[in-house]
């Protein structure tokens, strides 16, 4: 099975950017949709982006649309996060998940394998 670890999380002030990395092993990124998560103080963990397996189709939630930006390095087994344009409300804990399906869902449940989570503070 694969194992997944976040890396690339801390404290940005609003307006910055930040790139998480999830990097995979135990199994090749090729097989797997792949989701990234956040989870704020007090709230429900949140769909944020999903990456198919091949690569080609991409989703976003309404609230990271035009800011974050989501990639897979087969070579590397990693999938990548860019955050631009950080805001107070993007604070949370940042999870990688896949998923064995060839979409990505916005469905927690649908995944099987998650990351311990990387943490994201966005302050001045």
């Known amino acids: 099975q694969v194992q997944l670890v976040e890396s690339g999380g801390g404290l940005v002030q609003p307006g910055g950017s930040l790139r998480l990395s999830c990097a995979a092993s135990?199994?090749?990124?090729?097989?797997?949709?792949m989701g990234w998560f956040r989870q704020a103080p007090g709230k429900v963990r949140e769909f944020l982006v999903g990456i198919s397996r091949s690569g080609l189709i991409k989703a976003y939630a309404n609230s990271v649309k035009g800011r974050f930006t989501v990639s897979t390095d087969y070579a590397k087994n990693t999938v990548d996060l860019q955050m631009n344009s950080l805001k107070s409300e993007d604070t949370g804990v940042y999870y990688c998940?896949?998923?064995?399906?060839?979409?990505?869902?916005?469905?927690?449940?649908?995944?099987?394998?998650w990351g311990l989570g990387t943490p994201v503070t966005v302050s001045s």
């Open positions: 135990g199994g090749a990124l090729s097989s797997y949709s």
């Open positions: 998940a896949a998923e064995t399906s060839a979409y990505a869902t916005g469905v927690a449940a649908n995944y099987d394998y």
